[in-house]
């Protein structure tokens, strides 16, 4: 059953299908809505209309200028949760173009703009205002942004001269049914497990909390510590990252989703039984193996914020099981970095027949890291893994081949610690050992990802040996590599409803490199760390697996292979669906499918501008 929202909706979107021509209106431009027309639509939205100011406006002079304002900013900036208060505060931007100053300390400010954050927001709460603003933005033929927590790593929740709807406050609630029932009667259902409801823009924190007071495990979010890795950069790591901010039902989701989870139970756009879609076309629809199959294919992995907007989705949800975990620590008792490096290759060897046992976590290690990896340690490996319904003791044998290898460095190059844990639930053990994975943040990075299967583990060691030389670069450089061993297991499984990309079904981890640069950095400079993690870095790492792919959430915004890369073999076929409910392309983001119907004619010095139709 389908409904329409609005009406007019559907024929504002025929009108406008075939005159893409022009680029989208930004305020410099004739065709920019009257504050008469903004007016209008903030009526038809209740008031909920907010022109968009940078978070650190107070720190600069003119009417907004606070001394008082501006110092509690400057504290805040890396505290993810008071960015996301903001309807355009980012954790990772992908440029800051209104920096939070210390006046306290004399810097003084340079300038503040908005730069690639939308112009306006509607701070949504019923689906309707979600519509009525897709309605103005294609009749007005204004960019259009749909953010949840602005999370995106690859700027897919910003928008220069847009117009955002911001659906972090649409909450209809988080429900658990013992065993899942369709919506509507669907014969090819074979789910009769747990399933949970998620209606809204809700945080992983928020089903965490309903789902593990029933015992109920689900496959959600599970590396809350993206910190900085620039060196000097002004994201001091005093952050409030101890619970998990990522959205559900958007980004995460729809383009993959890893989690301590995944590997027992599959990648969360696995989980996804149905859901419901607002279109383009003002409809609202479900998506199932029963209805519009083609759009359930394409939300389960196949990217957000590309075919409609996800109003509600429900997922599996499975019983808790028991876990033993544990945290294995790597610290070099020299300057040289080869013991440390023979080792990282020694574990990444193992990782797959570890992992084939059951245990996966996350990892992270560097030569030289520009922020600490574990203790005060700032050279070193580190992981935590567990594995669900095992005995400690046969955890232990099945880790033992590997403890053999490392206690061959331990005590004369290398210093190697291991401690082992048990939890009754996954909940417990979730609360007490997630967040070990470090990566990236602030504006001052660049980042690339890469899957890697069995083969590429074990194969060659030779190879494997010098790709991690590669990735662990030179000391100056301040690289961190983590290490997110998520997939394999149930991940393997082939599934008919799937737009992953197929490259998931043979991949055991996912290998993420990220480097920094400082604040004030040179263009040049800026510019040699990309080429080096786009080209070097990630360059080694695609030679070791060129027919796998890189994961969309946590990837390299400069992939000049980036279709190949996200979605592989199913891009093709994504595309197609993105024409087929969405053919004017209302929602456009980076590196989205669809998005090579645009360009940005970027502004003088930058990497973002005006949305301007390719002809494609
Ligand atoms: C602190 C942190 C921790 C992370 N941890 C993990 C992790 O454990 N595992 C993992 O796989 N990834 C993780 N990531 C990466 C994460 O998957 C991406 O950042 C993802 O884009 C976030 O999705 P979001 O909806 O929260 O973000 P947003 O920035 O709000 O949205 C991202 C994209 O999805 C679209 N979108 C949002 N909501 C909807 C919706 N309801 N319907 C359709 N489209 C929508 C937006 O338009 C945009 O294109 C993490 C990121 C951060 C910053
Ligand atoms: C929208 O209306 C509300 C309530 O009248 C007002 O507070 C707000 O400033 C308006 N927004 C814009 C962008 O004018
Ligand atoms: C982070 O921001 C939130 C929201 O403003 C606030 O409640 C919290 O106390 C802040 N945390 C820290 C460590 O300042
Ligand atoms: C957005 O709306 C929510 C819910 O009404 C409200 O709590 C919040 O303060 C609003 N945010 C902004 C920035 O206006
Ligand atoms: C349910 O199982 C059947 C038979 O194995 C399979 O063909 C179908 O694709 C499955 N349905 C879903 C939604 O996965
Ligand atoms: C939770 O599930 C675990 C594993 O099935 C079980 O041992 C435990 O008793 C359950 N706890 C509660 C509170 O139901
Ligand atoms: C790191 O911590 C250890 C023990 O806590 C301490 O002995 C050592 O001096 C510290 N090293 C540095 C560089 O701070
Ligand atoms: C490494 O050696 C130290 C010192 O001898 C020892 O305490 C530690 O248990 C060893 N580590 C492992 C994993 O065996």
Known sequence: MAFKVLSALALASFGYASSQSSCKCTPDDACWPSIATWDALNSTVSGKLIHNLPVAISCYPGPYHNAEECAYVYSQWSNSTFQELSPVGYVYPTDEPCPPVDLSSGETPGTCVLGPAPVYTINATEPEELAAGMTFAQKNNVRLVIRNTGHDLLGKSEGYGALQIWIRYIRNGISIQDSYVPTETCAQNNWTGAAVTISGGYVWDDVYNVAFARNITVVGGGDPVYMS???????RANSDLSFETVGCIGGYIQGGGHSPASHDYGLAADQILEAQVLLASGEIVTASACQNPDLYFAIRGGGGGSYGVALSMVIKGYPSKPVVAHSLAIIPLSSETDPLLESVTDIYTEYPSLMDFGFSGYGTWSINSPQVLFGNQTIGYVHAIAVMDKSLSEAQDAFQPLLQKLEKYNGTSLFVSLTWYQFPTYASYYRAMSGAHQAVGS???AMSSR???KAALTSSRTALRSTIG?????????????????AGGKVLEEDPYSGLNPAWRSTYIVSVVARGWADGSSAA????VKNDITYIKGGAMRALTPFLGSYMNEADRNDPLWAWDFFGLNFARLTQIKEEYDPAGLFYCPTCV????????????????PLCPTGL
């Open 451 to 453: 899957m890697f299967n």
């Open 229 to 235: 890795s620039s060196p000097n950069g002004y994201c």
């Open 470 to 486: 590669v990735m662990a670069g030179q000391k100056e450089q301040y690289t961190i590599n983590s290490v997110e061993l998520i």
């Open 443 to 445: 504006p001052n990075s």
């Open 525 to 528: 400079t800026v510019q040699s």
């Open 594 to 609: 669809g998005s090579p119907s645009w360009y940005q004619k970027y502004l003088d010095g930058k990497d973002y501008g």
